[in-house]
């Protein structure tokens, strides 16, 4: 297994310089960091040519991206060429809200669709199994950035009318407040909610499918013939088999939702990843973008992993080395 | 697993040989007595096809769906009360109501709403429809080659795929369409169509690559067929089905992640209407319930009926998918 | 003559589809008596697993449903009992063995778990050792080699012989009264299936089980059985013991299926396969279910119009349906005389 994990890490390091660099080039190309720095009306030409040079703007791209990356292990990520402030500290700390945020939301999701979904299974074609059929495909089917401006909207519409705060409806939290106060929570609720509908659609419909399809295998119907009861067989056969490929979405899941909910932290104005690229993007502060792409591939490339090793881990089947 | 075996003992032959024929005819046996009990009506695969998606009563409704958004995208022209961009400042921001045919209200300056999503389904449907086919098109293409081919070719194409996918795909898309899309709809649905092709290009690969060892290639082989005629006549169709089935629903994801670009700023930009657009009017004017409620709930329709019908074309084309039944 | 272990009376089973109502087994009558061997031949789609699994309930019921009938085991109709009780039966008094041995073990359980979950279902006060060296007395039993050491394995780590004959140890775990396997030996490579069947022999000597025997081989039931079912069309066509059935077969359907068989012991210029194919079980003939595919019938119109009851013939237990049955008195299947091993073929 030690091997499998140092094989797979050291193939995606080459996986992450062949991205980054073509991140790199495509951003430096298309965004064209020497116009943007020009156009910066504080700037003498004086000073532009000194900052190109100290930007090594003046070299080509390959040397630049070589740069880059120095830039990476010794300077955590270098400056912003907008704000010419480091870069890392605001990753750190947006990186950390966005955690808080998708941490919970995922554990609800998973909670809830398991347990949804499994019922859904053992009560296949019931009331209770088509009215959540039905959520699924609403939940699917609604663009995350709608979802949040409803719920956005309508907790703004009660403040206005009653006067009375539930939930806040964007920020991170009130001036003063700690990371775990009660504010805080009522600032990332609904943002976990609508995270947490559209995760929760996913996860129930994959664990119903899984459930279906395991409970029509033949070992199902091998432990029936032995004579366990419904019950044990659900538990010690059905649940645990159905389990695996979920295990293995939520880690995909978790990896891609790291790179930000982009649009939800948007919406909500959220201090966290996600808005942090989308403003960067905006400025077409270009370092900055490419830090974030740096850190949401590796988060990705990570979660795969951790997903192939579940799986290894949960399905003696499959042993890697 | 199961060779069939030489018997020992004696097997029951399952595949009725009455092409082999017995030298002694059993006594008594006419075609008619065995016409008689043959009550098996022989189906075309198509017909199959077409049964199931007729049956299944969701995948209707979606089409039918389908057909009232799209067809009211269409003939915008004809529809649409208003243009979408005939400003009306005495009448900003009022609520639906029949009155001058507000359907669905008005937004800041007094653009007739209904007007306006009527042409963002049109700009969602072209968008849609586009990024699909061309993406598909682009991984057929490339999945074919690579799947019939393989070796270092099949290598790079499976390497470039898995390099996609571990880009977190929003903000790639983002930034490209930050950078590139100049708000234009026809950029965007470009970019898309460039970044979508890898799914299908997988699954058509893999179907090639199963397919290329069957002995009906080898036998067209034998028989003198070039590689562009085995692919195309015998291997593609095969792919169809699952094709089929990937587009459609591509066409689906499309349009969410067109609009959630739209929303955001990057995607497309006014003048052009688009259903994302129209949300993010709706965020800084929270009161006006209808500027976000309309425009989303026609995206969630449009998602709905796509997804649908997807559905119902993959019970109905993909026989590796085993519906579960009670 | 003693009681029968197994009575099953006016057995009728029909599952619903969109195409239709499936009649899968229509009206069958028999008997199961200790210690013996009774095989139950026919096509896929005869209705033979039908018949056996839903007196286990183990037919999913929707969209099944057992129409008529009663299930005597030792004396109580297993038809007319609760899910609970049902489960005690189970894999204790009667036991089953299915087909697929690949796919009927949980991948991701060791072997000997799943074997010890076999005995503590029912004897769940035994401690785990003693119940850990049953299964390994088991596993030795059925010749799994090693069996200690197996026991901690997986399934995927047996071979498809191996664990066919854990599942037969799975199935003799608590002794059964009743054994009921399903095409045991179908999935398996032919050497293999020899090896699975003296297992079966070794077994069956060992414990004193009645087994219904369910496979398409008739190989097979020469071998193992003592009495034999032939089922077409979801109906019994013929019922006697082995040798009687073998030598002088009163029914057209199972003079065809040995007529299919190729002599070993003669040149024989063409196979003679049976025309036509299974009947549906949605729309079945009319009459004999057999009657468009018999050389006998004809075309007589008796065929068409009535179902054939089963008749006695000359050897008492011997019965066969077939309205013009006296026709093939005399008649003697090409397994009427001994085959010696070694002829020249």
Same mark, same amino acid.
């Given at each position: 297994?030690?091997?499998?994990?140092?094989?797979?890490?050291?193939?995606?390091?080459?996986?992450?310089?062949?991205?980054?660099?073509?991140?790199?080039?495509?951003? &430096?190309?298309?965004?064209?960091?020497?116009?943007?720095?020009?156009?910066?009306?504080?700037? &003498?030409?004086?000073?532009?040519?000194?900052?190109?040079?100290?930007?090594?703007?003046?070299? &080509?791209?390959?040397?630049?991206?070589?740069?880059?990356?120095?830039?990476?292990?010794?300077?955590?990520?270098?400056?912003?060429? !907008?704000?010419?402030?480091?870069?890392?500290?605001?990753?750190?700390?947006?990186?950390?809200?966005?955690? !808080?945020?998708?941490?919970?939301?995922?554990?609800?999701?998973?909670?809830?669709?398991?347990?949804?979904?499994?019922?859904?299974?053992?009560?296949?074609?019931?009331?209770?199994?088509?009215?959540?059929?039905?959520?699924?495909?609403?939940?699917?089917?609604?663009?995350?950035?709608?979802?949040?401006?409803?719920?956005?909207?309508?907790?703004?519409?009660?403040?206005?009318?009653?006067?009375?705060?539930?939930?806040?409806?964007?920020?991170?939290?009130?001036?003063?407040?700690?990371?775990?106060?009660?504010?805080?929570?009522?600032?990332?609720?609904?943002?976990?909610?609508?995270?947490?509908?559209?995760?929760?659609?996913?996860?129930?419909?994959?664990?119903?499918?899984?459930?279906?399809?395991?409970?029509?295998?033949?070992?199902?119907?091998?432990?029936?013939?032995?004579?366990?009861?419904?019950?044990?067989?659900?538990?010690?056969?059905?649940?645990?088999?159905?389990?695996?490929?979920?295990?293995?979405?939520?880690?995909?899941?978790?990896?891609?939702?790291?790179?930000?909910?982009?649009?939800?932290?948007?919406?909500? &104005?959220?201090?966290?990843?996600?808005?942090?690229?989308?403003?960067?993007?905006?400025?077409?502060?270009?370092?900055?973008?490419?830090?974030?792409?740096?850190?949401?591939?590796?988060?990705?490339?990570?979660?795969?992993?951790?997903?192939?090793?579940?799986?290894?881990?949960?399905?003696?089947?499959?042993?890697?080395? | 697993?199961?060779?069939?075996?030489?018997?020992?003992? #004696?097997?029951?032959?399952?595949?009725?040989?009455?092409?082999?024929?017995?030298?002694?005819?059993?006594?008594?046996?006419?075609?008619?007595?065995?016409?008689?009990?043959?009550?098996?009506?022989?189906?075309?695969?198509?017909?199959?096809?077409?049964?199931?998606?007729?049956?299944?009563?969701?995948?209707?409704?979606?089409?039918?769906?389908?057909?009232?958004?799209?067809?009211?995208?269409?003939?915008?022209?004809?529809?649409?009360?208003?243009?979408?961009?005939?400003?009306?400042?005495?009448?900003?921001?009022?609520?639906?109501?029949?009155?001058?045919?507000?359907?669905?209200?008005?937004?800041?300056? #007094?653009?007739?709403?209904?007007?306006?999503?009527?042409?963002?389904?049109?700009?969602?449907?072209?968008?849609?429809?586009?990024?699909?086919?061309?993406?598909?098109?682009?991984?057929?293409?490339?999945?074919?080659?690579?799947?019939?081919?393989?070796?270092?070719?099949?290598?790079?194409?499976?390497?470039?795929?898995?390099?996609?996918?571990?880009?977190?795909?929003?903000?790639?898309?983002?930034?490209?369409?930050?950078?590139?899309?100049?708000?234009?709809?026809?950029?965007?649905?470009?970019?898309?169509?460039?970044?979508?092709?890898?799914?299908?290009?997988?699954?058509?690969?893999?179907?090639?690559?199963?397919?290329?060892?069957?002995?009906?290639?080898?036998?067209?082989?034998?028989?003198?067929?070039?590689?562009?005629?085995?692919?195309?006549?015998?291997?593609?169709?095969?792919?169809? #089905?699952?094709?089929?089935?990937?587009?459609?629903?591509?066409?689906?994801?499309?349009?969410?992640?067109?609009?959630?670009?739209?929303?955001?700023?990057?995607?497309?930009?006014?003048?052009?209407?688009?259903?994302?657009?129209?949300?993010?009017?709706?965020?800084?004017?929270?009161?006006?319930?209808?500027?976000?409620?309309?425009? #989303?709930?026609?995206?969630?329709?449009?998602?709905?009926?796509?997804?649908?019908?997807?559905?119902?074309?993959?019970?109905?084309?993909?026989?590796?998918?085993?519906?579960?039944?009670? | 003559?003693?009681?029968?272990?197994?009575?099953?009376?006016?057995?009728?089973?029909?599952?619903?589809?969109?195409?239709?109502?499936?009649?899968?087994?229509?009206?069958?009558?028999?008997?199961?008596?200790?210690?013996?061997?009774?095989?139950?031949?026919?096509?896929?789609?005869?209705?033979?697993?039908?018949?056996?699994?839903?007196?286990?309930?183990?037919?999913?019921?929707?969209?099944?449903?057992?129409?008529?009938?009663?299930?005597?085991?030792?004396?109580?109709?297993?038809?007319?009992?609760?899910?609970?009780?049902?489960?005690?039966?189970?894999?204790?008094?009667?036991?089953?063995?299915?087909?697929?041995?690949? %796919?009927?073990?949980?991948?991701?359980?060791?072997?000997?778990?799943?074997?010890?979950?076999?005995?503590?279902?029912?004897?769940?006060?035994?401690?785990?050792?003693?119940?850990?060296?049953?299964?390994?007395? *088991?596993?030795?039993?059925?010749?799994?080699?090693?069996?200690?050491?197996?026991?901690?394995?997986?399934?995927?780590?047996?071979?498809?012989?191996?664990?066919?004959?854990?599942?037969?140890?799975?199935?003799?775990?608590?002794?059964? $009264?009743?054994?009921?396997?399903?095409?045991? %030996?179908?999935?398996?490579?032919?050497?293999?299936?020899?090896?699975?069947?003296?297992?079966?022999?070794?077994?069956?000597?060992?414990?004193?089980?009645?087994?219904? *025997?369910?496979?398409?081989?008739?190989?097979?039931?020469?071998?193992?059985?003592?009495?034999?079912?032939?089922?077409?069309?979801?109906?019994?066509?013929?019922?006697?013991?082995?040798?009687?059935?073998?030598?002088?077969?009163?029914?057209?359907?199972?003079?065809?299926?040995?007529?299919?068989?190729?002599?070993? %012991?003669?040149?024989?210029?063409?196979?003679?396969?049976?025309?036509?194919?299974?009947?549906?079980?949605?729309?079945?003939?009319?009459?004999?279910?057999?009657?468009?595919?018999?050389?006998? $019938?004809?075309?007589?119109?008796?065929?068409?119009?009535?179902?054939?009851?089963?008749?006695?013939?000359?050897?008492?237990?011997?019965?066969?349906?077939?309205?013009?049955?006296?026709?093939?008195?005399?008649?003697?299947?090409?397994?009427?005389?001994?085959? %010696?091993?070694?002829?020249?073929?």
């Amino acid at each position: 297994m030690l091997t499998y994990i140092t094989r797979r890490v050291l193939y995606s390091i080459p996986v992450l310089i062949v991205s980054t660099f073509l991140s790199f080039t495509f951003v &430096s190309l298309a965004g064209n960091p020497t116009a943007v720095l020009r156009s910066n009306p504080r700037f &003498s030409p004086v000073t532009l040519h000194l900052l190109e040079h100290q930007q090594h703007l003046d070299r &080509s791209i390959p040397v630049r991206y070589w740069f880059w990356v120095k830039e990476i292990f010794t300077n955590k990520l270098g400056d912003s060429l !907008q704000t010419f402030q480091p870069i890392w500290p605001d990753l750190t700390r947006t990186a950390g809200h966005t955690l !808080q945020v998708i941490i919970i939301a995922e554990l609800l999701a998973l909670v809830l669709g398991v347990a949804v979904g499994i019922y859904s299974a053992i009560k296949q074609y019931s009331v209770f199994d088509y009215a959540f059929t039905t959520i699924s495909f609403l939940g699917f089917a609604m663009p995350t950035f709608w979802l949040a401006l409803l719920l956005q909207i309508l907790f703004v519409d009660i403040y206005l009318k009653w006067n009375v705060r539930i939930f806040y409806t964007s920020g991170l939290n009130s001036p003063g407040e700690g990371a775990w106060s009660i504010d805080r929570l009522q600032h990332i609720a609904l943002p976990v909610i609508t995270l947490l509908i559209i995760s929760f659609a996913t996860y129930s419909r994959y664990m119903r499918a899984s459930m279906l399809d395991v409970i029509n295998t033949d070992y199902v119907r091998t432990a029936r013939a032995k004579g366990m009861s419904e019950w044990h067989v659900i538990m010690r056969h059905v649940f645990r088999n159905a389990l695996i490929p979920i295990a293995t979405i939520a880690a995909l899941n978790f990896g891609a939702l790291l790179g930000g909910a982009i649009v939800t932290e948007t919406v909500f &104005s959220l201090d966290g990843i996600g808005y942090y690229f989308i403003q960067k993007l905006q400025n077409l502060d270009l370092y900055a973008v490419m830090g974030y792409l740096l850190i949401t591939a590796i988060a990705i490339i990570v979660f795969n992993l951790i997903a192939d090793i579940l799986y290894g881990y949960l399905d003696p089947r499959i042993r890697y080395d | 697993m199961t060779e069939p075996s030489v018997p020992i003992g #004696g097997q029951i032959p399952v595949e009725q040989g009455a092409s082999a024929a017995p030298s002694v005819a059993p006594p008594g046996l006419t075609d008619a007595t065995v016409e008689a009990g043959l009550e098996i009506k022989v189906r075309s695969q198509w017909d199959y096809a077409r049964r199931r998606f007729l049956r299944h009563r969701l995948a209707m409704a979606g089409l039918i769906g389908l057909i009232i958004l799209f067809g009211a995208g269409i003939f915008a022209n004809y529809i649409a009360p208003y243009s979408f961009e005939q400003i009306d400042l005495n009448n900003i921001l009022s609520p639906p109501t029949f009155a001058h045919n507000h359907f669905f209200g008005t937004d800041e300056i #007094g653009r007739d709403y209904f007007s306006r999503v009527i042409y963002g389904i049109r700009t969602s449907e072209e968008v849609g429809v586009f990024v699909a086919v061309l993406s598909t098109f682009i991984g057929l293409v490339l999945g074919a080659i690579a799947g019939f081919y393989g070796g270092w070719i099949d290598n790079l194409l499976m390497r470039f795929t898995d390099l996609v996918l571990t880009l977190p795909f929003l903000a790639i898309l983002l930034t490209a369409a930050a950078l590139l899309g100049e708000g234009s709809q026809w950029r965007v649905s470009f970019i898309l169509a460039v970044l979508f092709w890898t799914g299908t290009a997988r699954v058509v690969r893999g179907i090639f690559l199963s397919l290329r060892e069957k002995e009906y290639v080898e036998a067209a082989k034998a028989a003198g067929a070039g590689d562009m005629r085995i692919m195309f006549r015998h291997i593609l169709p095969n792919t169809l #089905g699952p094709v089929v089935v990937s587009g459609t629903l591509a066409v689906a994801t499309a349009i969410l992640i067109e609009a959630a670009l739209s929303f955001l700023g990057f995607g497309i930009k006014p003048p052009t209407p688009s259903l994302g657009v129209l949300v993010a009017g709706g965020e800084t004017n929270p009161q006006q319930w209808w500027l976000t409620v309309f425009p #989303g709930l026609t995206i969630v329709l449009i998602v709905l009926c796509v997804n649908f019908v997807g559905d119902g074309l993959r019970d109905a084309l993909d026989p590796t998918q085993r519906r579960v039944r009670a | 003559m003693p009681d029968p272990i197994l009575s099953i009376k006016n057995l009728a089973v029909e599952f619903k589809t969109d195409d239709g109502i499936v009649h899968a087994v229509d009206d069958i009558t028999y008997d199961v008596f200790a210690g013996e061997t009774l095989g139950i031949v026919g096509e896929s789609g005869s209705g033979k697993s039908v018949s056996t699994m839903s007196i286990l309930g183990l037919i999913p019921i929707p969209p099944g449903r057992i129409a008529s009938g009663e299930a005597f085991f030792k004396g109580q109709d297993l038809l007319k009992l609760g899910k609970k009780e049902l489960q005690r039966f189970r894999g204790d008094e009667v036991a089953m063995v299915f087909q697929d041995p690949m %796919t009927s073990l949980n991948p991701v359980l060791t072997v000997g778990f799943q074997l010890d979950e076999a005995i503590k279902t029912h004897y769940p006060k035994e401690s785990d050792d003693k119940v850990k060296a049953r299964t390994i007395e *088991l596993l030795a039993l059925v010749g799994v080699p090693n069996a200690a050491a197996r026991y901690d394995q997986y399934p995927h780590e047996f071979s498809g012989g191996m664990r066919q004959r854990a599942m037969i140890a799975m199935s003799i775990a608590n002794s059964p $009264s009743l054994l009921i396997a399903d095409e045991p %030996t179908t999935a398996l490579d032919v050497t293999i299936q020899a090896q699975v069947l003296e297992v079966m022999k070794t077994v069956q000597a060992a414990t004193d089980a009645a087994t219904i *025997l369910i496979t398409h081989d008739l190989g097979i039931v020469a071998e193992l059985c003592d009495r034999v079912i032939v089922m077409y069309g979801g109906r019994i066509v013929e019922e006697g013991d082995v040798h009687t059935i073998f030598a002088k077969p009163r029914h057209p359907y199972t003079i065809g299926l040995m007529d299919s068989l190729p002599k070993l %012991t003669e040149d024989e210029e063409w196979l003679r396969p049976i025309p036509g194919q299974p009947p549906s079980l949605i729309n079945r003939p009319p009459g004999c279910a057999f009657h468009p595919r018999c050389f006998l $019938s004809q075309g007589r119109a008796r065929c068409r119009e009535e179902v054939p009851a089963l008749e006695a013939m000359e050897t008492p237990g011997h019965q066969a349906a077939c309205h013009f049955g006296e026709e093939l008195i005399g008649y003697r299947s090409k397994f009427s005389e001994p085959v %010696t091993a070694g002829s020249d073929a």
